[in-house]
Nanobody, 124 residues
Framework: QVQLVESGGGLVQAGGSLRLSCAASTGTFRSYTMGWFRQAPGKGREFVAAINWSGGATTYAPSVKGRFTISRDNAQNTVNLRMNNLKPEDTAVYYC?????????????????WGQGAQVTVSS
């Protein structure tokens, strides 16, 4: 069982930046691909970014590519999402997720564990 705890959400003006962090409680953090998803009110869960076990491979949704950066620290069992140039349409609850695989995953159903979510609100 892996527990994931997100932190760092909040309210920011359009054009601003936020950094989300996710701490994982597992002794085998390197065995997991980590991802970030988001869900806006009235919408389904949407892929944002993923990073493989070593941090050597990443992938992003087209809507955030060039603005968001995913990274991980295997020594600290954490994964981060740096969000720059935020837009009102980025407003959502952001979820950290872990998939027991060495490969990148962009589909929510392929992730095994989920955090409780962190609210990000971008005002115009």
């Amino acid at each position: 069982q892996v527990q994931l705890v997100e932190s760092g959400g909040g309210l920011v003006q359009a054009g601003g930046s936020l950094r989300l962090s996710c701490a994982a409680s597992t002794g085998t953090f390197r065995s997991y691909t980590m991802g970030w998803f988001r869900q806006a009110p009235g919408k389904g869960r949407e892929f944002v970014a993923a990073i493989n076990w070593s941090g050597g491979a990443t992938t992003y949704a087209p809507s955030v590519k060039g603005r968001f950066t995913i990274s991980r620290d295997n020594a600290q069992n954490t994964v981060n999402l740096r969000m720059n140039n935020l837009k009102p349409e980025d407003t959502a609850v952001y979820y950290c997720a872990a998939a027991y695989t060495q490969n990148l995953r962009v589909t929510a159903d392929l992730y095994d564990y989920w955090g409780q979510g962190a609210q990000v609100t971008v005002s115009s």
